[in-house]
């Protein structure tokens, strides 16, 4: 099965299982004299990490990354970056019932479905184990957007019913890493806590969703009409595990609004350029960035691994059976989906500067075509 | 610009502006044997054509599709189709007030900030003309997904505030066609219809939506992770001109579900397969298609030309101006954009056939490898 | 299947069989701004069209070309452009008797086996037909090299065993177009000519190969290791119809030299960069373009359709059968390859300035992400 | 920069630099259900090891391969299978001389022109320990064509002016393998080996080729016109590190044949199969195998790195300085080369096969759609 790759320019590649011996991930086209090292990537896997909070799951996973190539004493060098993420903390045991047995609406019998087989401890390759690569990889993402004054950031703004009020970009970057549930909005938060220990309490889960929004992004990103912006970062966030809903600017709610009340005028900006009067357009016009924020929301439906009993057939055996999932799962996925959606955010964005000649593919700066020696000092250890 | 382009194996590239001379489009990848003639292309393009109605606008383009290849008496050759629509009803005058001038919220501005210039007249290539090359391509691949027993179909579900119940597949089928709006609740039609002529007449449009759902698609589909099933059919239908929300199964609804509520026990078919006993996955699960319908929602926004007067400012003058956009334009999208929804849907699920050896890639039948003689009979012209 | 596409920024694809109704290409990711008109694609086609002499078939064929999309007012706009080349001088009747006796060593069977059915007028897809529509490609990517002072040019360096001592880049500008063999010797090129009149006049046909050469093609070019200079254009050349060998710098005669002797050192040039004092490596080193001219070679073997008589089956009738091809046919392939040749290098250089970063993808000049009005002139038609 | 993907179902993705922490690669699009352990993949690595004789470099390297992911219980699982080797024998200290002071005719100067940096050590990720990523993946491609009873070999047909003559596929399969330089003639073997010696001695280093064949490559392969069966295994081929020409069939000299001589005419097999006579094709015909052996030549010039005293000039001092390069070296890249040939025909053969559909790109065997236990026994871990 292909399906493993991401990205046109800045191309991503991945692999592992739940329960495999490690995740990977491959980062091919960033460009060389990118100052980068292990801990920049490290900083953002210790945001999604298991095991952090008592609502998500009890893992001990310390998701050390290790890079394997395209560095050369802390700065990229333009040839492909290989990243290795051990798993130390796989219990496969728990999940032999399941063997040939799904879990109710899970991707056991998906996997099993078009394969014959699948890897079934933790789930194999459709665990959510997987976005440790992502985030890996969106991690040097985001250093190549610092270096373009590009920043992205992501909130939970619903968890169930409780949903969070409007807030701006200077507060998801100030309140979203304050508390466990990841929502920008303090007082929702408390509120979202407690509704999630509550079905937790109850051996059950619980659906939300995430809102991002970009700023710096340049205009005239996106090759429409199949590439158009909005609909690569439409895939992008589609395909974080367990999304059910991809909407930006008005989103879903545009239906029912006006022509008249959604255009927006045109005026002229201090630098003499046209602007929009506003934003309900989401920062994309015709599929092309407008250089206003993109902003959106993604939908998650709720863990289907749930200790709550259920009904599940054995295709081995014939026999249906009741089923319990008792391994280690988390109760609700937007909190840890934060660091996925800022990283799948970041690679949309920085394959699009590349792809529209924003970024130079080959080096961060300087000129096409000249050697130099500045991002090659010679190693201490040679001397 | 790239992203001209779209599927994997069953490969679409187009290119035309709304008036220029021609819109074109080659299919990479139809197997041969395929029974296809331009009247089966015809036949979806006339669904979609301009003019049908007083709900769409008037220009008046015959679309006339011409094979230019890949096709021997009657039947496909394996080999590339290429397809040409003329643009008949081009008139460009009326945009010229918009060259340096944007219309509001339209994709004039980013087109030309792209790349300093754009195919102003109609829209150029931004204009939701393009379309008409995605179903000509659509309408090849529903050929195939005939002869595989898979079905498609797709209805407005909401314009404005006015939403239809839900409606089965075979409500879909037999009453979609029927009224203007495309709408395959009759007595919701009606009323839909009203809003929109009343919006038409005050100069204003509005937005809505299309369900979408399948019949016969096969359990196994999809290539997560990055190209899951939801994912590579979310790039699918944002890719639409104006779209601003993509959900499938709960869709948006399903941050507000509990684990225990959304899950489905398994059960045995008469067969004796694992079937889910419900389908609020929406067919898909752990971005693979589990065989049970997959179903959906699209967001329009409202179109953006519209007669009430909005402002403006010219960049080459450095004027501020009024606006009134006086083409011909559609008051609403989704009852024009249904057979586009369809074809997306058609080349998504073909693509993923192909991709996962559902469809033999060289042939319709036959073994692979085997010359024959049935799909080549002499030209009566030669005889 | 697939298989009609080159290029990873610079697409181009193709359709069209030899005697089908039109053959049509496709431009995607040409910059807005460069000046392009018909003319300058018809220009190429000329070259290469069928009925120039007395060496190449006497099918008559004007080849004109229609640019179909993505130009205004004689400037690119960025967006696709789509070409048809009608197809108006087939006579099908002839191919007849082969279309279940396959011609000896044409591609007549395999495209059978692989289909099951074949487009058989004219040798359907697999006639040399398609390389109209890899010119037309390459006229508007040579266009874009002139604009950054690329110049690529080639020769028919050998016919069976004449064979053209070296010659400089100015000869063949000079002295490639002065005959019908398209050797920049002239000397030889009488040679070359009496020998294919031999060949014909025989019922037979021959062999042959063409030098290339390139000049300011920038430093930097390649993407090793997959996708090397030369094993891009390696691809590209393989793919002309009957080519059996691509060699670059010393080729197959490598294989006899010494290190030291091949080795060239490294001197200062005048501008103070290193500069190799020789060019035996082929412009090409570590699988990048060093900055000095890429050359090489293309062998093609002789065509296939001859008018001696020969043996074949016909896999309908069970019988054995003489065979004459009696078509209208070159006796020689690559005087009319030389521009295929240089479209394909035309190509694979553009692709790779796009690639890395020494073109703009989305205008010729001026900034990315400003809009201007200086390629959109009103149109005459509209004033 | 890209180009670290080769193929475009069998998708292999690699890092690394000759003194790095490790190479790795992905090899996604494997079939599920293939046995396979690290031994498969660690048996050909073997074969291209360096440290084997006294004609290859002298480092020390175990190149022993993990598998982190993709199989489950000794079988593929049809997810993406990642590779690390470890570089354990890298002593870059020899190699800073070169930093700035390229290498005569090396990639070290282009690399750092096109980046403005380079991993400098041991050649970095120019260097041809790369392959050792490509005769990972190409195992694995190996053990599905096994299971489809295709074979290929390859062996040194050429050292120097020293030319084996035409040997059996069966004397390739006995020979290869027992002589250092790996050619399947002994005798010229032996003469090959006192040649390469010398001018190991000489501190010189010597050119080469390499003549390939398979067996059981099944007609039908070959997507042409751009993605022709010839095209592609020409990119392979000419991606390979120091290569300077590809052939196939007559290759080079098919430019003195004429078309009656090197015609094939069509007999019928015992099957009562269309075959052509002879096979002066090469196996392909029409950029399609015709099911006939597929063989042609690969070129290598002279090694670059040599201790014989050169020339060069520091790009940082200005100044002009006389090299030798004393690391540890090839004297000559064929007889290394023999897998790492092998391993891109296997590649290339088994994408093709998997775009024809002759292999099922979900699982070995069994149905699409249905699943199984088969491939899946419990762990011992667990019972």
Known sequence: MNGNRFGRLFQVTTYGESHGDAMGVTVSGCPAG????????????????????????????????????GTQDGYTTGTPIGMVIENKDARSGKYEPYVTAPRPSHGDFTYSAKFGTRNWGGGGRSSARETVNWVAAGA????????????????????GDVEAPPVTFEEM???????????????????MMKKIEQYQKEGDSIGGSIYFETRGVPRGLGAPRFDSFSARLGQAMMAIPATT??????????????????????????????????NKHGGIQGGITTGQPVFGEVTWHAPTSIPKEQKTVDWETGEEKDIQV??????????????????????????????????????????????????????????
């Open 173 to 191: 970057l100030e309140h979203t890493e304050e508390n466990d549930v990841r929502c920008a909005h303090p007082e929702t938060a408390d509120r």
């Open 140 to 159: 040097i993402a985001g250093k190549i957007l610092d270096e373009h004054d590009v920043q992205v950031k992501a909130h939970v703004n619903q968890i």
């Open 34 to 69: 990118l100052e980068l090292d292990a801990d920049d990537v490290q900083k953002e896997l210790d945001r999604r990490k298991p095991g952090q909070s008592m609502i998500t799951t009890s893992r001990g996973e310390p998701d050390a990354v290790v890079l394997n190539s």
């Open 245 to 278: 809903g991809f909407e930006f600017g008005l989103g879903r709610e545009a239906r029912e609004w006006t022509g008249k009340d959604r255009n927006e005028d045109w005026t002229f900006s201090e630098e003499g350029d046209p602007v929009p009067v506003g």
């Open 326 to 383: 008792v391994g280690r799962h988390d109760p609700v996925l937007p909190p840890r989906a934060v660091p996925v959606v800022e990283a799948m955010l970041n690679l949309t964005v920085v394959d699009f500067m590349l792809l529209g000649g924003h970024i130079n593919p080959d080096r961060m700066d300087g000129q096409v075509g000249q050697y130099d020696t500045d991002y090659h000092p010679r190693s201490p250890d040679n001397e």
